[in-house]
């Protein structure tokens, strides 16, 4: 294995086995050295991870906003009004909770005596509002109040250890017969750790399903599932390290998973059918793991990368938050790499020849025909037994029988217009509701009923109105006004405060103990979801308080968790192009890099961003429009989560670059054999049909079982990505694809010679040459 055989009276020297082919052909040897040191890795993080590991939280806060300088300029002032507020509810449907003055005395003062309080409000003894709608503390019939803590960090992050404290304060209330339940980020707090083991039951279910039923052995179908599982808990034990080092947000575990699962039993899929054509073509198992290594392993290892650089994109947009879980799930796409090239070998070498031998049907691998006629003998062959380009074809190999894939490519080489047009069609039908997209951040009235932060939300909102559960915090920082000029100051605001759009109640202004900041409580008509929240927002910060102190040498600020919430949608979308144009640029670099076409790169790039556009297409659809949302456990229509386009664009572009590599890697190496551009996309798609169609569905199936997940934005991401695996497997893959490679023909692997003498040289099909100047033509 180490030294490659020249073909039959070429004269060719004897070419040194690859660093993949040499890695693969080891592992294979050593199976049981490599597989016991991955255990051990895995027992090891896990053990450690236990130990030391850090806890996920959510934190918003951006430096730099609008909304974080206004909590700064509280925090410097009134450390008491400042900090992370959230609600403690509590009602009771029989009686006036004026009848609980002691025990409410009592939970208030508990509660300010915890770590991270800086205040806590006692309803019963707080003024309540006049002059305008009842926003509390206490309802009017007073069945229904809400304790205001202040912390000084976000309750989300304190970690789950908290609440026990927390039950502990407010004990009292309970055992007198009152309900108490915990809103905004401390109900968030009390949410229920998810729990993705059935999600990753149902994926791993229909994975043995599909691969049984796609290729017949027990052995090879069970294999990528058991080596993307070690990967996967290998992965998240590295996560769990970084977590203890800095802040990621509750999702990235979840994220982590299901990037981890879908990749992973993909690659080494795409290594296991590779290995068992090659032992089924009569090679021995070592050689068989190490050429597949050399080959479909180079194409993982290109795709890996790609994914990765995808992911790595999102640091872009300059929000630690949003480029921490592109972090967390290019963790286990690094684990899902090193385990197909390494791993996976070493399991090929376990089962040696009796990977077949328990099987529900005729085992098949790629069923792969070989090159098209113009192939033949003369062609020098690769290290996987394909030819290898550099040599022009001489003879032809005997006739050989094309099955339903290549009859259906020749189809489309018959009218490739339709099929393009078609293609583009049912992509644009999808992608039509993501022109009317609404961005923001989804609210407690979207969680489940068992949520204890969804109970007071309900609460909250039946008693004081759906702006209760976000109100809005106003500062008005005077420091730098004269003491002579302040009254006239306070009455101009008050008045301009009288009546905003959009706005239930505004709280009279109150001053600081110190007397240089103002400070009010704005109230939304809507939910803080809602897009009237948000312009309220706009409103207050960009109009009308700069108008109401213009001409003094005041600042004002709109603060709060809402107002935070909207500061991080501006920026996000604002940098949404940005983080687009970055991610499709480094691709297309990639893929142009690899295949030394420019057009085939420019087409990649277009098809997946159309792709793309279809599966938001497809997630507005049913969560912000309400198609099929109840459904899904969503109670009522809500806004796309403002970071979710943000991630999908990034996951979605990297993965489907995936079976884009692995496609176009085929369709060059037969270009690269025949020269031959119609014939080379016939022959690739009926080799790739097979495994590309059932690595597509195992994806699906492993995203679409985290639709029943509790967290809202872990099912817009688990049914985006499913669709848009589904949408590029199927309409990109079956349709656009074939069309345009049709209608390039030979222009499709141009690249000016300025250009291919500039770009490295990357070898996707492991042939230890590029060698396609020749063929395409490069001037």
Same mark, same amino acid.
């Given at each position: 294995m180490s030294h490659q055989q020249p073909a039959h009276g070429s004269g060719t020297p004897v070419r040194r086995a690859g660093v993949l082919q040499a890695t693969g052909s080891w592992c294979a040897r050593h199976f049981v050295v490599v597989i016991v040191l991955w255990i051990a890795a895995l027992v090891a993080l896990q053990a450690v991870q236990h130990a030391y590991g850090g806890d996920y939280s959510d934190n918003f806060a951006i430096p730099g906003t609008q909304s974080q300088d206004g909590l700064d300029v509280l925090e410097k002032h009134a450390p008491s009004a400042g900090g992370y507020s959230s609600q403690v509810v509590v009602h009771d449907a029989d009686k006036s909770l004026s009848g609980l003055s002691s025990q409410m005395s009592t939970v208030v003062g508990s509660l300010q005596k915890l770590p991270d309080v800086l205040s806590a409000q006692n309803p019963l003894t707080a003024p309540s509002s006049t002059g305008g709608p009842d926003v509390g503390p206490l309802s009017a019939d007073g069945k229904t109040a809400y304790i205001t803590v202040r912390f000084s960090e976000q309750p989300s992050s304190l970690g789950s250890g908290y609440l026990d404290g927390v039950d502990s304060a407010v004990r009292p209330l309970r055992s007198a017969g009152a309900a108490v339940e915990y809103g905004g980020s401390l109900g968030e707090l009390a949410r229920p750790k998810a729990n993705d083991r059935v999600s990753e039951a149902i994926g791993f279910g229909v994975a043995v399903l599909v691969l049984l039923i796609g290729f017949g052995s027990l052995l090879a179908a069970l294999l990528p599932l058991i080596t993307a599982l070690i990967c996967v808990v290998c992965g998240l034990g590295l996560l769990g390290l970084l977590a203890a080092a800095t802040t990621f947000a509750t999702v990235s575990p979840t994220l982590a998973t299901m990037i981890g699962l879908g990749v992973g039993i993909d690659y080494a899929l795409f290594l296991v059918t590779r290995h068992r054509q090659n032992l089924m073509d009569g090679r021995d198992p070592v050689a068989a793991a190490g050429a597949a290594t050399a080959t479909s392993g180079r194409a993982v290892l290109l795709s890996g990368c790609t994914v990765i650089i995808a992911l790595c994109g999102l640091w872009v947009s300059g929000i630690g938050f949003i480029g921490k879980l592109g972090v967390a799930a290019a963790v286990t796409v690094v684990t899902a790499v090193l385990g197909a090239l390494t791993l996976v070998p070493a399991m090929l070498g376990l089962t040696g020849r009796y990977i077949d031998r328990i099987h529900v049907r005729k085992p098949v691998a790629e069923v792969e025909p070989g090159p098209e006629p113009g192939a033949g003998a003369g062609a020098e062959p690769g290290p996987d037994g394909s030819a290898r380009p550099g040599r022009e074809p001489t003879t032809e190999r005997g006739p050989t029988t094309h099955g339903t894939w290549h009859r259906y490519a020749q189809r489309v080489e018959r009218r490739p217009w339709w099929f393009l047009a078609a293609g583009v069609v049912v992509l644009a039908v999808l992608a039509f509701p993501v022109l009317f997209i609404q961005l923001g951040h989804i609210g407690d009235g979207a969680d489940p009923r068992s949520f204890t932060d969804r109970r007071a939300y309900d609460l909250m909102s039946s008693a004081f109105g759906p702006g209760s559960n976000g109100p809005l915090t106003l500062v008005i920082d005077q420091s730098e006004v004269p003491q002579s000029d302040r009254s006239a100051l306070e009455s101009q605001v008050q008045q301009s405060l009288a009546k905003v759009s959009d706005a239930a109640f505004i709280t009279?202004?109150?001053?600081?103990?110190?007397?240089?900041? +103002?400070?009010?409580?704005?109230?939304?008509?809507?939910?803080?979801?809602?897009?009237?929240?948000?312009?309220?927002?706009?409103?207050?910060?960009?109009?009308?308080?700069?108008?109401?102190?213009?001409?003094?040498?005041?600042?004002?600020?709109? *603060?709060?968790?809402?107002?935070?919430?909207?500061?991080?949608?501006?920026?996000?979308?604002?940098?949404?192009?940005?983080?687009?144009?970055?991610?499709?640029?480094?691709?297309?670099?990639?893929?142009?890099?690899?295949?030394?076409?420019? +057009?085939?790169?420019?087409?990649?790039? +277009?098809?997946?961003?159309?792709?793309?556009?279809?599966?938001?297409?497809?997630?507005?659809?049913?969560?912000? =429009?309400? =198609?099929?949302?109840?459904?899904?456990?969503?109670? !009522?229509?809500?806004?796309?989560?403002?970071?979710?386009?943000?991630?999908?664009?990034?996951?979605?572009? !990297?993965?489907?670059?995936?079976?884009?590599?692995?496609?176009?890697?085929?369709?060059?190496?037969? =270009?690269?054999? *025949?020269?031959?551009?119609?014939?080379?996309?016939?022959?690739? +798609?009926?080799? *790739?049909?097979?495994?590309?169609?059932?690595?597509?569905?195992?994806?699906?199936?492993?995203?679409?079982?985290?639709?029943?997940?509790?967290?809202?934005?872990?099912?817009?991401? !688990?049914?985006?990505?499913?669709?848009?695996?589904?949408?590029?497997?199927?309409?990109?893959?079956?349709?656009?694809?074939?069309a345009v490679m049709t209608l390039l023909g030979r222009a499709a692997w141009w690249t000016p010679r300025w250009l291919d003498r500039v770009l490295p040289h990357l070898d996707a099909e492991g042939s230890g040459t590029t060698g396609g100047a020749k063929a395409s033509g490069n001037t």
């Open positions: 009279p202004l109150t001053a600081t103990q110190d007397g240089d900041v +103002l400070t009010a409580t704005a109230y939304s008509v809507a939910a803080p979801q809602d897009e009237r929240t948000t312009s309220l927002v706009d409103h207050l910060s960009d109009d009308v308080l700069p108008a109401a102190v213009h001409g003094t040498a005041a600042d004002t600020y709109v *603060t709060g968790t809402t107002a935070a919430q909207v500061d991080f949608l501006d920026i996000v979308s604002s940098r949404l192009p940005l983080i687009i144009a970055v991610v499709v640029g480094l691709a297309f670099l990639v893929i142009l890099a690899v295949f030394r076409g420019l +057009l085939v790169a420019v087409k990649a790039a +277009l098809l997946n961003v159309l792709s793309i556009a279809a599966s938001y297409g497809v997630v507005v659809a049913v969560f912000q =429009w309400g =198609w099929g949302g109840p459904a899904l456990g969503v109670s !009522g229509d809500v806004p796309i989560e403002s970071y979710v386009p943000m991630m999908m664009f990034a996951i979605v572009f !990297g993965l489907s670059m995936d079976y884009e590599i692995f496609l176009l890697t085929r369709i060059h190496e037969a =270009w690269l054999a *025949t020269n031959d551009p119609r014939a080379s996309v016939a022959h690739a +798609l009926e080799i *790739t049909a097979r495994v590309i169609t059932c690595a597509a569905l195992i994806m699906v199936s492993v995203f679409a079982a985290f639709i029943i997940s509790d967290n809202i934005v872990v099912k817009m991401l !688990g049914l985006g990505l499913a669709v848009s695996v589904l949408i590029d497997a199927t309409v990109v893959r079956l349709l656009l694809v074939p």
